[in-house]
């Protein structure tokens, strides 16, 4: 027998043929006791092997009283005993042949400093012995198609039928409250898992096996803290692949937040920004709050596809309308004038007080006149220019026959996706839209949310089909041997340079006469910058001068430099003084490459100048990247305007700048082992395109032949606040 | 007998004690039996007094076979009759003495120009004969307290159980929804009042009439257009002056859903931004939909007082507290650390593994031991910097008798606002809760907001109870006669400065030797600029000249300029050149001040110079106002922080600023009979504060001597964009 690999346990820990349970209770109530109710109540058809040497047997069951006894190695084992106990078990476990475990029993890294070295103990036993481990600290997890419940959650105890969605969380509580809100919008769980501390096997590791379930339509997960972001981008990859969506919901927005998060979960505060925006790089959709993520879900689940942003709107109200409509231009779907043929069509239809431009207002009269409501969803559908339509109306407690039949022939005679949205909706309407597989919502914003998502998400699919696969990672021309720390100047340029980066030409002279040989070089105004690598606030200490276009400015220029920051920094190193050929551009870029704790290397590119720190103008995107998403990356940007061109100043290409951003993505990537950040602060953009101005480039500490495993998470983090503080202050 | 008041006969509208229904159906399901069959049924006891010649009777009411038969002159008439059968009815009815008419009838101006004609003609009918109407259009109203079932609509074949909350609304679709989800919240409306067309009485009217009632402790409107926002803001004063809070849902928000407005609804679309400002001024409380109009609803119809915006959270997941201490912070509140002797008690109840901060994780342990959270929330609400706290929780399915105790005792110890916050409650739980007075959501992000709602509402009461108040409006120092448009630059900045408003010194030189003296009296460097009545962007054809500060220079230029403006604008009235100080300042604002169509004169601050057109970051404030709404209205502002000073730049008055606005508002509120427009663009900031460096001062057409009255809406609003365009352009 080969020995499994660890995606083959984990696969079998989700669809186990046997479960063991150990410190199993025959008080069902009980934590030790719930599995079995759970087990034999809702028809698991495994082997359910309870271990506890205090039965013989529990509710028909024979109970075996140890580990030892068991008559197979389970396929999983539960583990609901005290912490201090769980160790040893998992010992027997693992010499027993029980190769996949779940962990209950809390007491571990969620209690202090004792906890986290028995987790470690644990961890590192289990892997020793070649086991999965789930947990601890979890709720465990429910697998419905195979009506698995290795879980005590309460969400259990009520109806826990199947469905296309697969639902994972690192909340166990949250998890439960969203896990019954499912089931309170008739939408189905396939999977339930709550993955707890996760000492060993993580949120996307569990995620990346329940997504491979044909059965499983939709993935939704809930995170509070992620330490490794190459994972969670394998999975986005796969999900889409496999053309199944993956909702998430994180916590931990604002500093607030990551303060609480900090205190309560003990996970890793992933960088909001940069989460939100690697995420979206790759696909996920990303949801606010839980209400959100239902919405969400409940949009995803259905086969139909959104082949663009078009939204079509018919309402009962036409208050409601201009408010869906609205909210519509807010998320980024458009309201389009419908074709003339479907005007046509509507005015055949329409009430005379109705409106028939779109939002169409079918008033009241549709009670009277069913035909009116379906002729006009029918047209928008039909509409060219409509995507996705949104069905908008009330109460109607009388009228819900009715209604079903014309919703129902809505569905059959359309093809694009649309979603009905009945506020103060009878309660039966909804349980007998969803029967029928019709989308319903009880929000007018809610829907017009979830139609966005929708839209967002297909297009995602079909730009990524559209993407070319990404060539090599760029040789970076760097020495074999390199130092950590801050770059000489002249050098980073070079290799920037070499890479295809556009850089205002600079050399260092290390003396007056050197300085003026350079500025005959370049044949244009230049600027002088102190370079040492003991100062980094060049301007503070007046270390630059700009715009010198004569023998004896720059002469006297290079002597100024180099006394003011012989008097300012006695004890720095003064290498000399940077020359640069000035360059020219009406508009101010920020571009940076930072060393995320999660994501790894991240490019920055911000807008405005000394504002993008007001207003935190700034896009991510982690490398490397093509040159599309440099251009989505730019009209992420709330200031992207500018780059079009305001007030008679003219625009710039922003395909030249997107470049720029893709090429810098692509040496970075390359960069990884070495780089720790690069400063293109500022970025001059003018009709001859972007060219940076100034740069510092830090390479990381023992860098070089030797490139360091992977860092310590708080030092990481710690090193990236750094970072980022400096990218926001002048030199 | 006096001739009443039109707010009498408004007050006895909405509580009548006789009601005469004229085209009375015995078919209780049509539209024009459904009141009977209500006032009735719901025990109405004031006389009903049906009137239709087909009947002698229904359901054992006199039924009589024309108004003027009917034996009294009933307090209010519903009118559900055929649109052209309308005037002759409420004709017949002012003869009869009835002076209250509701008009469900539909087929007026919402049918377009003839409908209009005969809602004018009703109008006026009504006006001269000393009626009040209420629609025509609309689906009339509900006093619960009364009994009173003067509609149709569906809203009423429910429980319509009398509370604290009085509705308005101009929808009657979208109203009748709203209705609906306020009982399914089990919270209670005393008034169902939707306003249709509002050819005569407006929703303004209606709700200054229910707020009177001392049932109503909230008012909640629901509004697609605004004529008048004069009776609004009167509106939201009485509110104030009753300590009831008044919460707004207007659609119309953005380009699109104005257009969908524009085309559906008829209602003027007024500029949603000063809206917004204006209605925030005056304390009213905004709600962008329905469900954040209903989470407000529940938060203010309780009794107890936010003296602060100090959150407190308790919660039995981690996840969720971070997820709600995140929202927080977006919305205005803070989320404070506990006082030593808060953490001290807490540590006392807590178990090892929950967290005695804030949010205070209390974990699943309560349920073994209910103290653990009763203590805990006790604790943070006696905490000094708490102000308002929420307490999370899920399922618990098995715990609601408990859980009711729980918070009941909670209830009966404290007396700040606390909110539960269940998610995916048992239905019983939520019923239980609210029958307890105990307020209660199902959404943490939700139950957030509707915190912050409270807070900012208690907030504003504490403000204006501190608000001096304001002073009379300055003598505007205008001569008798002035003339309509664009006002010379000389006379505009010295009736400013009269005003107090920091302008630099300007006046006109009409040759080079006048120019020259003006130099000599500014002793400092100035700006030359065409003044001609006809050119209005002088910069775009070189009639700008900056920071001349010799001779020489100065008659140059006052030849150049002369010598463009005639070249390129040789039809333009050249009346010389205006000599300016030139000032300094580091901070560039944009001031102005607008005739809104609905709200009057109305005062805009901007920062950013070039940015304010692309990230639209303006202020508004209706006039006059004080130097504290001044200076909040500069906190609103994106880029408020640039008055602080960044990197390096030194920050600014802010007082000095605020002051600016205020003086200006109080002017341009006593121009309010001339004053168009005033744009004053660039205001340069710097260490000695404000001053504005141009000046464009426009007056209306026609006026002066003789103010024009109330203008055509829609040329106001065509007005109005052409000047805001305006504002954002460069001169």
């Given at each position: 027998m080969t020995t499994p690999s660890r995606s083959d346990i984990i696969?079998?820990?989700?669809?186990?043929?046997?479960?063991?349970?150990?410190?199993?209770?025959?008080?069902?109530?009980?934590?030790?006791?719930?599995?079995?109710?759970?087990?034999?109540?809702?028809?698991?058809?495994?082997?359910?092997?309870?271990?506890?040497?205090?039965?013989?047997?529990?509710?028909?069951?024979?109970?075996?009283?140890?580990?030892?006894?068991?008559?197979?190695?389970?396929?999983?084992?539960?583990?609901?005993?005290?912490a201090s106990d769980v160790l040893?078990?998992?010992?027997?476990?693992?010499?027993?042949g029980i190769r996949a475990v779940v962990i209950f029993s809390s007491g571990f890294s969620e209690m202090g400093a004792a906890g986290k070295a028995m987790e470690e103990a644990l961890t590192e036993k289990a892997n020793a012995l070649g086991m999965v481990v789930c947990g601890p600290n979890c709720?465990?997890?429910?697998?419905?198609?195979?009506?698995?419940?290795?879980?005590?959650?309460?969400?259990?105890?009520?109806?826990?039928?199947?469905?296309?969605?697969?639902?994972?969380?690192?909340?166990?509580?949250?998890?439960?409250?969203?896990?019954?809100?499912?089931?309170?919008?008739?939408?189905?769980?396939?999977?339930?898992?709550?993955?707890?501390?996760?000492?060993?096997?993580?949120?996307?590791?569990?995620?990346?096996?329940?997504?491979?379930?044909?059965?499983?339509?939709?993935?939704?997960?809930?995170?509070?803290?992620?330490?490794?972001g190459d994972e969670l981008v394998r999975l986005a990859r796969r999900c889409q692949e496999l053309k199944k969506p993956l909702v998430l919901t994180k916590v931990g927005r604002m500093?607030?937040?990551?303060?609480?998060?900090?205190?309560?979960?003990?996970?890793?505060?992933?960088?909001?920004?940069?989460?939100?925006?690697?995420?979206?790089?790759?696909?996920?959709?990303?949801?606010?709050?839980?209400?959100?993520?239902?919405?969400?879900?409940?949009?995803?689940?259905?086969?139909?596809?959104?082949?663009?942003?078009g939204l079509g709107i018919a309402t009962q109200s036409g208050g409601a309308g201009v408010m869906m409509a609205d909210r519509a231009e807010e998320v980024g779907l458009t309201v389009p004038t419908l074709a003339p043929s479907t005007q046509a069509k509507l005015a055949t239809v329409m009430p005379a007080f109705g409106a028939a431009g779109n939002p169409v207002d079918v008033t009241g009269e549709f009670v009277a006149r069913p035909e009116l409501l379906t002729e006009s969803v029918v047209a928008l559908l039909d509409d060219p220019n409509v995507h996705i339509a949104i069905v908008w109306l009330q109460l109607m407690t009388a009228h819900v026959d009715k209604l079903v039949r014309i919703f129902t022939e809505i569905r059959d005679r359309t093809s694009k996706p649309f979603f009905v949205c009945w506020v103060a909706a009878p309660a039966e309407a909804l349980q007998r839209l969803r029967e029928l597989?019709?989308?319903?919502?009880?929000?007018g914003e809610r829907a017009v949310e979830a139609a966005a998502a929708l839209a967002?998400?297909?297009?995602?699919?079909?730009?990524?089909?559209?993407?070319?696969?990404?060539?090599?990672?760029?040789?970076?021309?760097?020495?074999?041997?390199?130092?950590?720390?801050?770059?000489?100047?002249?050098?980073?340029?070079?290799?920037?340079?070499?890479?295809?980066?556009?850089?205002?030409?600079?050399?260092?002279?290390?003396?007056?006469?050197?300085?003026?040989?350079?500025?005959?070089?370049?044949?244009?105004?230049?600027?002088?910058?102190?370079?040492?690598?003991?100062?980094?606030?060049?301007?503070?200490?007046?270390?630059?001068?700009?715009?010198?276009?004569?023998?004896?400015?720059?002469?006297n220029g290079f002597q100024t430099v180099m006394k003011r920051a012989a008097d300012k920094e006695p004890e720095a190193e003064l290498q000399g003084v940077i020359v640069q050929a000035m360059s020219r551009g009406h508009i101010e870029l920020v571009v940076g490459v930072q060393r995320d704790p999660v994501f790894g290397m991240v490019v920055m590119a911000g807008l405005g100048g000394v504002l993008v720190e007001v207003l935190k103008d700034v896009a991510f995107r982690r490398a490397p990247f093509d040159v599309a998403e440099g251009e989505r990356m730019l009209r992420e940007l709330r200031m992207t305007a500018l780059l079009d061109g305001v007030r008679g100043q003219s625009g710039v290409d922003r395909h030249a700048i997107a470049s720029m951003l893709s090429t810098l993505?692509?040496?970075?990537?390359?960069?990884?082992?070495?780089?720790?950040?690069l400063d293109l602060n500022p970025v001059l953009v003018g009709s001859s395109g972007p060219v940076a101005v100034d740069c510092v480039m830090v390479f990381r500490e023992k860098a070089g032949t030797n490139p360091p495993d992977k860092l310590q998470s708080k030092t990481r983090e710690g090193n990236e606040h750094a970072h980022q503080k400096r990218l926001f202050e002048t030199r």
């Open positions: 696969a079998r820990l989700i669809n186990p043929r046997s479960i063991a349970v150990i410190g199993a209770s025959a008080d069902f109530a009980k934590v030790s006791g719930r599995p079995l109710k759970h087990l034999i109540g809702k028809g698991y058809e495994g082997r359910i092997l309870p271990v506890n040497p205090k039965y013989p047997e529990i509710a028909g069951l024979t109970c075996y009283p140890s580990i030892e006894a068991l008559p197979e190695a389970a396929d999983l084992a539960i583990v609901a005993v005290p040893k078990n998992v010992e027997a476990l693992g010499k027993r709720l465990g997890f429910i697998n419905a198609f195979s009506n698995v419940y290795a879980t005590f959650s309460q969400y259990a105890d009520g109806p826990t039928g199947a469905g296309p969605i697969a639902f994972v969380t690192q909340s166990g509580a949250f998890g439960t409250a969203i896990a019954a809100l499912v089931r309170q919008r008739g939408l189905g769980l396939g999977y339930f898992i709550n993955t707890g501390n996760e000492a060993d096997v993580s949120f996307a590791e569990l995620m990346m096996a329940v997504i491979e379930d044909p059965r499983v339509r939709v993935a939704a997960g809930y995170l509070e803290g992620l330490e490794n500093a607030s937040g990551v303060r609480a998060a900090a205190s309560h979960t003990g996970a890793l505060a992933v960088t909001d920004t940069v989460f939100d925006a690697v995420i979206r790089q790759f696909g996920v959709l990303r949801a606010r709050n839980e209400e959100q993520m239902l919405d969400m879900l409940e949009a995803l689940a259905g086969p139909r596809i959104a082949t663009g942003n597989n019709i989308t319903v919502f009880t929000a967002r998400y297909h297009a995602f699919l079909r730009q990524a089909a559209g993407a070319a696969p990404s060539p090599a990672l760029p040789a970076t021309g760097l020495p074999d041997l390199i130092t950590e720390g801050v770059q000489p100047t002249a050098l980073a340029t070079e290799w920037l340079s070499k890479a295809g980066i556009p850089m205002a030409p600079a050399a260092l002279a290390r003396n007056a006469d050197e300085a003026i040989k350079l500025w005959r070089t370049y044949a244009a105004p230049v600027a002088l910058k102190i370079e040492s690598p003991d100062i980094t606030h060049k301007s503070d200490i007046g270390g630059v001068l700009l715009n010198l276009n004569d023998e004896q400015a720059v002469r993505s692509r040496w970075a990537a390359a960069m990884e082992p070495v780089l720790a950040e």
